[in-house]
Nanobody
């Protein structure tokens, strides 16, 4: 049974930082691409970042480029999203995602999702 468990969300002031974590189980983490999506109230879920199974290639939404960094630790079966210079418009529930292909995550999202962690950025 595949499980993705996010943590690290919270309330932070604009300009601050947070690091989200997603612990994965029930799948061969070393061979999986991983990604993050977010959904703000009243909006559709949107792609944020993705990383290839090797960690060598990453993709980012234009809105977070230069501020967010995705990376994975295969020894810990965990993917991270380091978020710096946070803005109020980054407020959303953030979801972990996985698929065989980074391209699939980037285009439509993969098959498996976590339950989400809330990030709130105050102005």
């Amino acid at each position: 049974q595949v499980q993705l468990v996010e943590s690290g969300g919270g309330l932070v002031q604009a300009g601050g930082s947070l690091r989200l974590s997603c612990a994965a189980s029930g799948l061969p983490f070393r061979t999986r691409a991983m990604g993050w999506f977010r959904q703000a109230p009243g909006k559709e879920r949107a792609f944020v970042a993705a990383i290839s199974w090797s960690g060598g290639t990453t993709d980012y939404a234009d809105s977070v480029k230069g501020r967010f960094t995705i990376y994975k630790d295969n020894a810990k079966n965990t993917v991270y999203l380091q978020m710096n210079s946070l803005k109020p418009e980054d407020t959303a529930a953030y979801y972990c995602n996985t698929d065989d292909s980074r391209a699939s995550i980037t285009k439509t999202g993969g098959r498996y999702w976590g339950q989400g962690t809330q990030v709130t950025v105050s102005s």
